[in-house]
């Protein structure tokens, strides 16, 4: 299965840099090297076996989004599953930004009117007083959706990023969320096996990406609400130091006196995290367990 994600926004504005983050697991720091996209980069990702995210990664500049809209409208938004749509925080022309976007919106509605639409304010490590800037942007762009969609609009989920933070993170995992088709039967799988191990949770990655794919229910416990990007985050870094020293990375086993934590390969395409509070259950338990489990989820 086969899904369209067009990336779409101001040139600019951060496409290709969350792009390079998310799937190529470059650091934020690399991202200053990129150029401008020429016309539409296309790549294929494949996701937890079948599903295949065919990303769209749309150059911004003015003759190009032109085009888009007019000559390679039918190309360009047809059979797309998701539009995510960029915008620079910081922008002197969010006026002509929002244009194009409305526009965008309008090629959509033509030609895939059921795809699933996401706003990402991006740089938001810019912004003054972030709460306040995103509230009202997020207002903006609300609006300005309702205005060419009418009252029986997509839904449009607007999130705040930024590439030097898990933000970025969390929005592209809920939007790969919305992309998985058994997301809700992963879900409940994953708490029968979290119960099994006597585990506070279990998470389940993405092989490459590390995007967060499913979580047993979350325990009633309070956790930190950063702790999967956070997660993410560090053991990408963590894959990096060990493509330096020229190891690969398989699996991570931690036993500290407050939790433990078995990281291992559960199918091709992803990573499960068990974390366990019970001090008398055995890392060598849990990843026997994965073991067993592995056919169930394949
Ligand atoms: P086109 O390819 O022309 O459409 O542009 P683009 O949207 O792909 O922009 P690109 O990813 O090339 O990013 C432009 C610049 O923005 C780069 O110098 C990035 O380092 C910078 N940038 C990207 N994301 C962030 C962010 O979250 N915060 C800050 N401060 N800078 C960012």
Request: charged share 25%.
């Given at each position: 299965?086969?899904?369209?994600?067009?990336?779409?926004?101001?040139?600019?504005?951060?496409?290709?840099?969350?792009r390079s983050l998310i799937?190529?697991?470059?650091?934020?720091?690399?991202?200053?090297?990129?150029?401008?996209?020429?016309?539409?980069?296309?790549?294929?990702?494949?996701?937890?076996?079948?599903?295949?995210?065919?990303?769209?990664?749309?150059?911004?500049?003015?003759?190009?989004?032109?085009?888009?809209?007019?000559?390679?409208?039918?190309?360009?938004?047809?059979?797309?599953?998701?539009?995510?749509?960029?915008?620079?925080?910081?922008?002197?022309?969010?006026?002509?930004?929002?244009?194009?976007?409305?526009?965008?919106?309008?090629?959509?509605?033509?030609?895939?009117?059921?795809?699933?639409?996401?706003?990402?304010?991006?740089?938001?490590?810019?912004?003054?007083?972030?709460?306040?800037?995103?509230?009202?942007?997020?207002?903006?762009?609300?609006?300005?959706?309702?205005?060419?969609?009418?009252?029986?609009?997509?839904?449009?989920?607007?999130?705040?990023?930024?590439?030097?933070?898990?933000?970025?993170?969390?929005?592209?995992?809920?939007?790969?969320?919305?992309?998985?088709?058994?997301?809700?039967?992963?879900?409940?799988?994953?708490?029968?096996?979290?119960?099994?191990?006597?585990?506070?949770?279990?998470?389940?990655?993405?092989?490459?990406?590390?995007?967060?794919?499913?979580?047993?229910?979350?325990?009633?416990?309070?956790?930190?609400?950063?702790?999967?990007?956070?997660?993410?985050?560090?053991?990408?870094?963590?894959?990096?130091?060990?493509?330096?020293?020229?190891?690969?990375?398989?699996?991570?086993?931690?036993?500290?006196?407050?939790?433990?934590?078995?990281?291992?390969?559960?199918?091709?395409n992803t990573y499960i995290?068990?974390?366990?509070?019970?001090?008398?259950?055995?890392?060598?338990?849990?990843r026997l367990n994965v073991?067993?489990?592995?056919?169930?989820?394949?």
């Amino acid at each position: 299965m086969k899904k369209k994600v067009l990336l779409m926004g101001a040139s600019g504005s951060g496409k290709t840099s969350m792009r390079s983050l998310i799937f190529s697991n470059n650091p934020a720091s690399l991202t200053t090297r990129l150029g401008a996209t020429i016309d539409v980069e296309q790549n294929h990702v494949r996701f937890l076996g079948d599903l295949i995210l065919n990303l769209w990664d749309c150059g911004g500049q003015d003759a190009f989004m032109d085009s888009y809209l007019t000559t390679q409208r039918s190309t360009i938004f047809q059979h797309v599953g998701v539009l995510i749509y960029v915008f620079d925080v910081e922008t002197n022309e969010m006026h002509k930004d929002l244009e194009y976007y409305r526009d965008c919106l309008e090629g959509l509605r033509q030609y895939s009117p059921d795809a699933a639409v996401f706003l990402l304010v991006h740089k938001m490590d810019l912004a003054r007083d972030r709460d306040a800037t995103f509230e009202k942007k997020k207002k903006d762009l609300q609006e300005q959706s309702d205005k060419v969609q009418g009252p029986a609009a997509i839904p449009v989920t607007v999130f705040g990023t930024s590439i030097y933070d898990e933000s970025l993170y969390r929005a592209w995992s809920s939007i790969v969320h919305t992309l998985i088709p058994n997301a809700a039967v992963l879900s409940k799988h994953l708490t029968i096996f979290a119960e099994a191990c006597s585990a506070t949770e279990v998470i389940l990655f993405e092989r490459t990406t590390f995007l967060v794919i499913a979580t047993s229910s979350p325990p009633s416990a309070n956790l930190e609400p950063t702790r999967y990007e956070r997660t993410s985050e560090l053991i990408k870094a963590f894959k990096r130091s060990c493509s330096r020293v020229r190891e690969e990375f398989h699996a991570l086993e931690m036993e500290l006196p407050q939790f433990s934590a078995v990281l291992d390969e559960l199918t091709k395409n992803t990573y499960i995290l068990i974390i366990v509070h019970d001090p008398a259950v055995e890392t060598a338990a849990l990843r026997l367990n994965v073991r067993m489990a592995r056919r169930k989820f394949e």
